[in-house]
């Protein structure tokens, strides 16, 4: 715990009752207690993300446990993110919820999510630190303004003496309440600022955030499932296959992964992964393009024709619609055969040239019209937020605005899903703590 003795108490406030900003404020007020804590939050609900992500497990975090290696998760914020990790990563996220009896484990895709299986786990873990450390909570208050002026000149005292004058800065921060559809306008002030109110997906919501002189990388949409209206492959809702490769016609996206059909197109988490990594890209040409599909990566056309002869030797006497040599689910290996013209009498040593070449077309590159987005609720992310030029990775204090900080999504950061974006939460939320603690 920091000594500031002969201090006086000063006040932070945390603007968004999420994790990042929860994370910032049990962490200051447990580092520093000269420091009053309040969290600011707009709507009537805290730490909703947590509750919901994962299914309502919360995916804590994932287990990478080298940053070269984990920063090739994060589409925007690359460089922001190598840096901060280097105060508070992966191993820490997991020390801090052990030290708190929260225990953690992996899955076998990497995820990370608490024993209990449940994100009330790390809820009641996180408001039981609120409490130990009497953070105060304000509900249903919607920051306006946050304007700062140079308050007074006080004395920096370093080893009992006076070395020189700095300026201490106040903050004053123009609140409304949200409840009972009431318009009371009240003012609260601050040494400290810590913005932390998740990503915004339209830019006119950052204009309360432009008036303290920073600018906005436009938000778009990312982790954002695929509509194909009409196809007839959404019929197979509910079916997916471990592994496929997804690729964006005409450019240069590509990914991996779990691939589910849905009964609007297609999601996943290959799809996911594909959505933000092209965030920017899909939204400039409307979120209408061409999905590639290979089905079975393992082949490409030429390795999978060649693989067909030796099916229709082993195979010849047997019906094509009762022998699936690939492991693909059943109702789709029959999608497959009728979209070719395949027969349900068909037998492997019958099959004609066109229509196996017709098959092999579609199970390596299938190409789907995309035509629309639909949003992922429980990774909902913004790809945008304040530009990360005008914000210090290794305080997360604004460069314009001193005493001003940033953590979470607010910030230009985004990862592809699997916990990655908690963890950018969890380690901008502990720097901007640790930086507040020691001012």
């Known amino acids: 715990m920091l000594n500031n003795l002969g201090a006086q108490k ?57 940053i070269p290696e984990m920063i090739k998760k994060y589409p925007r914020g690359t460089n922001f993110v190598k840096k901060s990790f280097h105060q508070f990563f992966t191993t820490d996220t997991i020390k801090w919820f052990d030290e708190r009896q929260v225990t953690l484990k992996t899955e076998t895709d990497g995820r990370m999510f608490p024993t209990s299986n449940s994100s009330q786990t790390i809820i009641d873990c ?12 304000m509900m249903n208050t919607e920051v306006r303004n946050v304007r700062s002026e140079i308050n007074r000149e006080s004395p920096d005292v370093r080893n ?9 800065r106040q903050f004053t921060l123009e609140t409304v309440s949200t409840a009972n559809h009431t318009s009371e ?57 471990e592994n496929a490769k997804v690729k964006i016609a005409g450019t240069k996206l590509e990914t991996n992964g779990p691939l589910l059909i849905t009964h609007w197109g297609l999601s996943g988490p290959a799809i996911l992964k594909l959505s933000a990594w092209g965030a920017r890209e899909l939204a400039a040409g409307n979120y209408e393009f061409t999905a590639v599909i290979n089905w079975l990566p393992a082949f490409n056309e030429n390795t999978l024709r060649e693989q067909f002869e030796q099916f229709r030797f082993e195979t010849a006497a047997q019906k094509m619609i ?63 937020g304040i530009k990360l030029n005008e914000v210090d990775a290794n305080t997360m204090m604004s460069k314009l605005v001193p005493n001003l900080f940033f953590a979470g999504e607010i910030l230009d950061v985004d990862g592809v899903t699997g916990g990655f974006n908690f963890q950018h939460a969890w380690t901008s939320g502990w720097i901007a703590a640790t930086s507040i603690a020691r001012a």
């Not at 000269?34 to 287990?63: M, Y």
């Not at 630190?129 to 909570?137: A, D, G, Q, R, T």
């Not at 098959?359 to 913004?382: N, R, W, Y």
């Open 10 to 66: 000063k006040r932070l406030l945390v603007i968004g009752g999420g994790a990042a900003g929860f994370f910032c404020a049990v962490n200051a007020a447990r580092l520093n207690p000269f420091l009053e804590v309040i969290i600011i939050e707009k709507s009537s609900k805290l730490l909703s993300k947590v509750r919901i992500s994962g299914g309502g497990r919360c995916n804590v975090t994932h287990a990478c446990f080298d």
């Open 126 to 137: 996180l408001m039981k630190e609120v409490n130990k450390y009497k953070v105060e909570i």
């Open 160 to 168: 009992g003496e006076v070395t020189t004058f700095k300026n201490d």
């Open 185 to 241: 306008i009240k003012h609260l002030t601050a040494d400290f600022v810590c913005i932390a109110s998740g990503g915004y997906p339209k830019s006119s919501m950052f204009e309360w955030l432009k008036q303290t002189g920073h600018s906005i990388e436009e938000p778009v949409p990312s982790l954002f499932t695929f509509n194909m209206p009409g196809n007839a492959i959404t019929r197979l809702m509910g079916i997916s296959v």
């Open 322 to 384: 009762n022998k699936n040599p690939f492991g693909l689910p059943s109702r789709l290996w029959e999608y497959f055969l009728q979209q070719t013209g395949i027969k349900d009498e068909m037998r492997w040593a019958g099959l004609p040239a066109a229509l196996q070449n017709k098959l092999v077309k579609i199970l390596c590159s299938q190409e789907c019209a995309v035509k629309g987005k639909t949003t992922f609720k429980e990774e909902f992310v913004t790809a945008g």
